[in-house]
């Protein structure tokens, strides 16, 4: 048995976890702890790093205590290491989780393992599907995501599509600001959209039958068409809504029918906070010969538990050196 600390808190979410790998390297997560700052940023309608970096500062030490309380102080020091994000995500933040795990690496002289947070996405449907093994293909769309990844084992990753723009989470968020709605927008709009069945809006399906993703002309039609509504009703925002997430869902679903056609592979895997999205997650199931491996929806959105996991992973496979360097960008698929 393996057991790992995660440590996360590359963006407004800090999270610690307890992961325990089984030697067939199944995981079980004994606990997990998350600490959100949406209503600090819902001030400023975004993230703001300097404020989140202080955050995490501040709640990295309030989780630790109430994760020792839960777990007992004897159990969490007999971990044999810490995995904490590295990388892609904001800097400052980045250096307070990293520096806070490397404290308690010091402490407990156990390894630190860096670990890039696309990667932990990649996995985190293990989490909830302890049997998944790659190949798979896994659609990563968050806030600042949007990608096809071939996951073909540990570290061997192939970019099968990914966003020339924005990015899938980006466009549900800009979109849902210019409807008036609260940061962030995604989860809200989302709501919206599944109040209505039908919407008289028509948005262009972007891209549709190009190898990559682009949201940027998808946006622009949303603020021409909010524009042109002028003061809207609950029921036009949520007629919006529905059309906004249909021609989002249908970009999504588009290309990733065709990655499954293209690779042959049919195992598929969907992560990132846009995975939350129930009409996505509706029309991924509805596709035909393809075996569908979801996060539950904490582990979709930012956790510890999938960092935790990539880091036990990896002190497994001996590929876990840690360098000590901040990788606010760093490709996934550069980490053999
Ligand atoms: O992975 P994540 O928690 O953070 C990163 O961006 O790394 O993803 C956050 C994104 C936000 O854009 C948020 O609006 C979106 O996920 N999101 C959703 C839903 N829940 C979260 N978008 C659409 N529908 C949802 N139910
Ligand atoms: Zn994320």
């Known amino acids: 048995m393996t057991r790992i600390l995660g440590v996360e808190s590359s963006c407004d979410e800090s999270a610690l976890a307890l992961l325990e790998l089984d030697r067939a390297g199944r995981p079980h997560v004994v606990a997990e702890l998350i600490s959100s700052q949406v209503e600090l940023h819902n001030n400023y309608g ?12 501040k709640n990295l030490p309030l ?25 892609p995500g904001l800097q400052g933040c980045l250096l307070v989780g990293m520096n806070f ?39 990563i769309v968050s806030g600042g995501h949007t990608e096809i990844v071939q996951v073909n084992g540990l570290g061997n990753y192939s970019i099968i599509a990914r966003t020339t723009d924005d990015a899938a989470g980006e466009c549900f968020d800009k979109s ?42 998808l946006k622009t039609a949303i603020a021409q068409l ?20 249909s021609a989002i869902v249908v970009t999504l679903v588009d290309k990733l029918e065709n990655a499954v056609r293209s690779s ?10 846009v995975a939350a999205n129930r ?3 509706e029309a991924v199931g509805r596709l035909s010969g393809v075996t569908l491996a979801l996060p539950s929806m904490a ?11 990539v880091a036990g992973m990896r002190l497994r496979a001996k590929h876990g050196e840690w360098d000590g360097v901040v990788r606010p960008r760093w490709p996934v698929e550069n980490l053999a």
């Open 46 to 57: 975004g993230v703001v790093p300097e404020l989140a970096a202080r955050e995490h500062l």
């Open 63 to 87: 989780l630790f205590s109430e994760l020792e309380q839960r777990v007992g102080a004897d159990v969490l020091k007999s971990v044999d290491a810490i995995g904490v994000t590295q990388g």
């Open 279 to 281: 009409a996505l997650r």
């Open 226 to 245: 909010v524009k042109r509504e002028g003061e809207l009703d609950q029921r036009k925002r949520c007629e919006l809504s529905h059309a906004v997430q």
């Open 299 to 309: 582990h979709c959105t930012d956790n510890a538990a999938m960092i935790a996991l």
């Open 264 to 273: 042959g592979i049919r195992t598929v895997v969907i992560s990132g906070g």
């Open 101 to 139: 795990a490397a404290g308690l690496s010091v402490a407990w002289e156990k390894p630190l393992i860096g670990v890039n947070h696309i990667e932990g996405h990649l996995f985190a449907a293990q989490l909830d599907n302890p049997d998944l093994s790659p190949p798979f293909l896994a659609l």
């Open 176 to 217: 849902a600001k210019l409807m008036g709605l609260p940061y962030p927008g995604g989860p809200h709009l989302a709501k919206l959209a599944d109040s209505v069945t039908s919407s008289p809006y028509q948005l262009p399906r972007v891209m549709r039958g190009q190898p990559e993703f682009s949201f940027s002309g």
